[in-house]
């Protein structure tokens, strides 16, 4: 019997399921604590991931271990959004169980944006103090500072349209007073280990911070940033006048960036097996309301 292509099999009807592990995925994003009733999620992460082709499913912040393992099942991987919250039981739950994928050969990548960098340096890291406190790099977008390491890197190739772009343009939006110092990074062994140290960079009081790490390994397939890509396309800081608080570019090169990146982890997203089955309502349709803000422009809202 001849093999089927992908899209002949979507086009007869036959294999949809299959057609959705593939050309459909769906990126699962952990919702934060917004009052005692809701739990929100910021639109620009939505949007991002539907630039580059995905569809978001909400983790729930106190999801239980039966959610979680219906969740991972059911998404073709995972970004832990910006905010404010702290690292959840949900979230241990969840990166335990990616753990245990990779190591049967499950693939299932993760990228973590901001506070989620930092939580998957505290998971990986195994050590939660591995967060400082002290740095000054509150609205402010910087040109990356790359090590070394770019030479191999997947989500920025040396000679590559991103590299070129994150590297001679200030086009990286940083907005965070915690972040993790490079001596620190450098001196824990889990970390090192498992990444490489991709970017730097100097907060405005001198003090340098990692600002993008990467799996050594292709197959675990982590990704993380202390800057926003999301916010070059997604969020303006309007206010008064459409007067902007926020320093994000919203030029040309940064919205290629943003697209861009958006485009690889989607694409990070199409190499898993996962299959989304239709049970669990996707974000854009579990959402019970939309708050207009100006940290974030837009809050997708959800009930506990």
């Not at 195994?126 to 000054?136: Q, Y």
Request: charged content about 20%.
């Amino acid at each position: 019997m001849s093999t089927l292509s992908r899209s002949t099999m979507l086009l007869l009807g036959t294999a949809f399921s299959i057609a959705s592990g593939f050309d459909r995925p769906v990126i699962a994003v952990m919702s934060h604590p917004y009052n005692s009733t809701h739990e929100y999620m910021a639109a620009s992460y939505v949007k991002y991931i539907e630039s580059g082709g995905g569809r978001t499913l909400r983790v729930p912040f106190t999801a239980n271990s039966t959610q979680i393992e219906e969740i991972y099942k059911q998404t073709s991987g995972l970004l832990f959004m910006g905010g404010a919250a702290t690292l959840p039981q949900a979230a241990r739950d969840l990166y335990a169980l990616k753990v245990k994928g990779d190591e049967s050969g499950d693939f299932y990548p993760m990228w973590g944006t901001c506070l989620g960098f930092e939580w998957i340096n505290q998971l990986v890291g195994e050590d939660d103090s591995i967060i400082d406190g002290m740095f000054s790099a509150e609205n402010i977008s910087l040109a990356l500072d790359f090590t070394d390491a770019i030479s191999g890197s997947r989500a920025f190739p040396e000679d590559g349209i991103v590299a070129d772009l994150a590297g001679n343009y200030e086009i990286t939006m940083n907005m965070h007073e915690h972040g993790v110092a490079t001596e620190d990074f450098l001196a824990n062994e889990l970390l090192t280990d498992t990444f490489n140290l991709i970017s730097t960079n100097d907060d405005l009081d001198g003090k340098n911070f990692v600002s993008t790490i990467e799996s050594k390994s292709a197959d675990k397939a982590i990704y993380a940033t202390q800057w926003h890509p999301e916010k070059n396309n997604f969020e303006y800081g309007a206010v008064d006048n459409d007067k902007a608080y926020l320093s994000t570019s919203h030029s040309a090169e940064a919205v290629r960036l943003s697209f861009e990146l958006a485009a690889f982890f989607v694409g990070e997203a199409r190499k898993s097996d996962h299959v989304f089955e239709g049970n669990l309502k996707l974000a854009i349709n579990e959402r019970t309301g939309v708050l207009e803000e100006t940290s974030f422009e837009e809050r997708y809202v959800f009930l506990n």
